[in-house]
């Protein structure tokens, strides 16, 4: 049911139970906030979506208050452009005034507040809050002294990710976000998934930087660079360059990272295909023996840190098989250099990720062979965007070119793999083709209600029945998880994203607060699968060659030395 409310003498219909700051934002009338979510309940921290509304003696803030009949709004008046004036000075009052140094210059909502409220001067001056930066975590850096209070981070990581690395600490003009007894990222319970980045207004939060070390080995002659691309970074990036949000610009970005002077360029999504075969073989057996099911996905490193942490019981369930980027840096450095006359220790493995949990990935000591590290550096897409503007490369003139050979064909069940469902998938579009020899159609698959919060399907071939679950957000997974594992329901697979929506909305992927954005780039994934000839891992033919050439069996002595990887149990203060 609808209510008519007046806003700056202007009647709009909003919806009964709504929030005015709902109703002014569905109307196209936008006012400031540096604390409302809309995914998240209301917490009016920041005030400063205050508006004036007749009758009422003070300013209300618009995130928490409710939308009356007849009610009669001012959104920009003198008295609340005031009011908004007054408290972004008051946040300014003890903020660093390194804006130009800042890692989110340029992306700083405070920046723009200030801007746009023409805030010229500091018309108060309060002590500046001295607690040290925090580099220990190799996903993400904290600059207590940029955090403005907003509360973002806190719930994103308890509300979202039910992780609940920060809280608020101490009260009144003393308080501060702190981590549990104030350890540092690294030793606390955080799983750098990045989300508290991607909401943290500020330069408070931002990834750990990897593009100084990436242009140093650029423009080493002795050693020779090599960068994988991730599946979704070719449909996340065109809008940072002026061309059409979400549209796949995969060969022009390959052309970029020739020019940025990369060797070799490969697709992560071709390591997905042989991601894919392992998994296969590693559940058929399962399923055959009867143990270790339901399979739990491992190419999230987010969600396997959570599990190392949360729940080292499963740890046995999760898959053995490394993520795609890890499958690709070890077959980097051991098969294609020596095939190819390349001493491993000189080549140089760059992935870019839209993730910043893989660069913790990417350092775990058991992601490595015969003492050197499948992939030496992790840069985000934000990182890319960075390093392709610094190399002065002109993208919207630039003529596509492919990636290299052997890793230049994928199927675009890897492509999947850069959202929500896309691994389980591609998943099961290979163990039906590897059991009967034909696709999987859309038509064989049923969809299986399982809970809120998890999405299921299944499908029959070979006499058995396959029952595969899908969870993105680890928002309630404590109580879904155990659920599903103990069900009576016969589940063989369990795919899971610490983001929500899947890599796509990865905390790595530019800062992007507009939903919509993300579902163009899920959009334009699901349109490359749909046109492509090749829809299967088992049809693409470079794992064929791969495994003939080099691995042998899938599930064979040398997979399980380099393509798969082991996980183990966590202590860390909870
Ligand atoms: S760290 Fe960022 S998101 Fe968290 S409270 Fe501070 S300003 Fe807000
Ligand atoms: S990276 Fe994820 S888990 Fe770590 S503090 Fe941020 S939201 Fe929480």
Redesign the pocket.
């Known amino acids: 049911m609808n209510v008519s409310i007046e806003v700056n003498s202007r009647v709009i219909q909003a919806r009964k139970g709504e929030t005015i700051l709902s109703a002014l934002n569905r109307n196209g009338i936008r006012v400031p906030t540096l604390c409302y979510m809309s995914e998240l309940s209301p917490t009016g921290a920041c005030r400063l979506c205050v508006v004036e509304v007749e009758g009422r003696d003070n300013l209300v803030t618009s995130c928490s208050h409710l939308v009356e009949e007849g009610m009669q709004i001012k959104t920009h008046s003198p008295r609340v452009v005031r009011a908004r004036k007054t408290l972004v000075e008051l946040l300014l009052s003890n903020h660093p005034d390194d804006c130009l140094y800042c890692e989110r210059n340029g992306h700083c909502e405070l920046q723009n507040l200030a801007a746009e409220l023409h805030i010229r001067e500091r018309k108060v001056l309060r002590k500046s809050f001295s607690q040290k930066l925090d580099l220990s975590s190799p996903s ?1 850096v904290r600059d207590p002294a940029k955090c403005i209070l907003c509360g973002r ?1 806190v719930r ?2 308890d509300e979202i ?1 039910s ?1 609940s ?2 809280e608020f600490v101490k009260r009144g003009c003393n308080m501060y976000v702190g981590t549990t007894m104030s350890r540092d990222l690294n030793f606390s319970n ?7 980045v991607m909401v943290c207004p500020t330069g408070a939060l931002y990834e750990r930087q990897n593009v100084a070390e990436v242009m140093d080995t650029l423009s080493n002659p002795e050693l020779v660079p090599i960068v994988q691309v991730a599946p979704s970074i070719s449909v996340s990036i065109a809008a940072e360059f002026g061309l059409k949000p979400g549209k796949d610009i995969n060969g022009m970005l390959y052309a970029a990272l020739r020019k940025i002077g990369f060797k070799y360029i490969f697709d992560s999504a071709s390591a997905a295909d042989i991601a894919t075969t392992e998994m296969a073989e590693e559940l058929l057996k399962r399923k055959e023996n009867g143990t270790q099911l339901p399979v739990l996905s491992s190419c999230c490193p987010a969600w396997v840190k959570f599990v190392e942490q949360w729940y080292p019981e499963l740890i046995p369930q999760l898959s053995a098989v490394k993520s795609p980027q890890q499958v690709m840096g070890s077959l980097i450095k051991n098969y294609f250099a020596p095939a190819n006359e390349l001493n491993p220790s000189k080549v140089y493995s760059v992935s870019v990720m839209p993730c910043l949990a893989k660069k913790f990935e990417a350092q775990r000591e058991e992601m490595t062979t015969r003492g050197l590290s499948d992939v030496d550096s992790v840069i985000s897409t934000r990182e890319l965007v960075r390093l392709i503007k610094l190399y002065g490369v002109d993208l919207q003139n630039i003529e596509s070119q492919h990636a290299d050979k052997p890793f230049h064909i994928r199927s675009s069940a890897g492509k999947l793999f850069g959202i929500s469902g896309g691994t389980a998938q591609a998943l099961a579009r290979l163990i039906f083709f590897k059991l009967t020899g034909k696709d999987l159609v859309e038509s064989k698959i049923t969809e299986v209600k399982l809970g809120q919060g998890v999405k299921a399907f299944s499908f029959k071939c070979a006499e058995k029945t396959f029952t595969f679950a899908v969870i993105n957000g680890l928002q309630n997974i404590h109580n879904i998880i155990p659920e599903l594992i103990n069900s009576k329901t016969p589940i063989d697979y369990i795919e899971v994203m610490a983001c929500p929506g899947g890599c796509v909305s990865g ?1 790595g992927q530019p800062y992007e607060p507009d939903k919509k954005m993300v579902k163009l780039r899920a959009k334009a994934i699901l349109e490359i699968d749909e046109a492509d000839g090749i829809k299967c891992a088992a049809r693409n033919p470079i794992v064929q060659a791969v495994y003939q050439e080099f691995v042998g069996e899938p599930g064979g002595e040398l997979a399980g030395k380099l393509l798969k990887t082991r996980y183990s149990k966590r202590d860390v203060l909870l």
């Open positions: 993400i981070c994103v990581c990710q992780v690395t920060f955080c799983i750098g998934c990045g989300a508290c905390g």
